[in-house]
DNA sequence: CGGTATTTGTTCGTATGTATT
DNA sequence: AAATACATACGAACAAATACC
């Protein structure tokens, strides 16, 4: 009844390997062929005990390079407030924010009722990524009412934060009123810029912000790498 | 430069076909054999575009049978106060809860430093599953304080769940002091208790509950079939 | 910088095991 | 009990990305 197939045995060992230090972070592993030499397996078995690993984190493949031991997660508080550089720079961590894109457009009937606008309104929708390190963390979609909030998109064409450029808009502070997590997988559009394999395991959470009258400010969508961070919620 | 593998085609094309049902949730999806007899391909192509399919959670697989439309994701309000039997009650479903086995014994390092009590102090875990008209949503260890909570264990063995065997040993209320949320892979033991493939994205939630005074009164983690879970958090 | 070797990724073929129908 | 269907495992070849000299 027992039966332990051989790529999950391999898988096995080397998750132990890891877990025990004797690959660290970063490290290269044995190549394929190495490894189905000495366990005396085909090479695919080994792919499928590799595969098994990558699908839990642990491990990163890259095309021509080898197989690396996956870098530990990164910890991300998630509270009322979130700061997402306050919050990793007193984690001790280099964070930075890049601007994929901006679009002024009209709002779905889903934004306008989350936003609290008439349905039509003119909305801004920015796509923007977050690093630690360099490292990609999450890339996320804000979706802002314009009317309540003019000059926005200029302020956030010159990089601000979301944070800075509310802040430049006269919304001096704001408060999550509601977030939702989830887990799904990386699409291709998705793993590209979060630098993850299409199919990893991604945190997806939706929010709305208001503002201290509890007026919606954004209503946004973001997608964390799963296995570099993990939201903290504090009460 | 674009370049499509041919499982990645197939499974771009089954994902359409279930995104705009033609096969409906609980459908079987054509066999193997006949996928790669239909697209020309080989056999293991189709089974990698499966398995691609297999870990978003659209598919799931049983051997001998066939492989198959997943069912429809759940929605799982989180919020300070957590209670899961009352949070599905009034989202509409019939939940339910199982102790699949409790042990006492000397706490961990990191527990007692979590629950604040002396190295070595006897602690009370608790596994537990929890269900939604009768499909696992989650499975749980609960990490309690015995020293602090005596008769805890009697009121836990009768089948309470963990509010109202609290309530028995005189906890009458208590909140979520922080809640920590990561994207992870599905372990063999998991995937059967959950019902879901070894390997499938789980949200693991670790989280610790104290009583009105602050003091730790549980320390708990928690499983939830990614795919099955939405987390809502709502200040 | 360029060419070559290395390493992972894809795809085919074939055989056998195991669970379900 | 037999047929069906997914799971595991072996072998071979080539493609694509990277590393190295």
């Known amino acids: ?29 044995p190549t394929e062929a190495q490894m189905s030499d000495r366990h005396g397996v085909n090479r695919h078995t080994v792919r499928h005990a590799l595969a098994a690993l990558v699908q839990e984190g642990l491990v990163r493949t890259r095309r021509g390079a ?7 997660p990164a ?19 280099n964070p930075g924010r890049e601007v994929l894109g901006m679009e002024a457009r009209a709002a779905t009937a889903e934004e306008a009722a ?25 890339v996320s979609e804000s979706i802002f009412p314009l009317e309540r909030l003019p000059g ?8 601000l934060g979301v944070t800075h450029a509310l802040k430049a808009v006269g919304i001096s502070d704001y408060t999550r009123a509601s977030t939702r997590v ?9 793993a590209v810029v979060l630098q993850v394999r299409e199919g990893d ?18 209503f ?4 964390f790498a799963g296995d570099r961070i993990t939201l903290t919620l504090e009460d």
Do not use: C
């Not at 395991?201 to 954004?218: A, I, R, Y």
């Not at 946004?220 to 997608?223: A, I």
């Open 1 to 29: 009844m027992g039966y332990t197939p051989l790529w999950a045995a391999i898988a096995h060992l080397l998750r132990q390997d890891i877990a025990e230090g004797r690959y660290a972070p970063g490290d290269k592993l």
């Open 66 to 72: 080898g197989a690396f031991v996956a870098a530990r």
């Open 75 to 93: 910890d991300y508080p998630l509270g009322k407030r979130v700061r997402f550089t306050e919050n990793l720079r007193r984690a001790g961590r």
């Open 114 to 138: 989350l936003l609290d606008v008439a349905q039509g309104a003119q909305i801004l929708a920015s796509h923007g990524r977050s690093f630690a390190d360099g490292q990609p963390m999450s």
């Open 152 to 159: 926005l998109d200029a302020a956030l064409a010159e990089g």
């Open 182 to 190: 989830s887990a799904v997988l990386a699409t291709a559009t998705q």
């Open 201 to 218: 395991p991604l945190l997806k959470t939706t929010s709305l912000n208001v503002d201290p009258e509890g007026v919606p400010v954004e």
């Open 220 to 223: 946004g969508r973001s997608w």
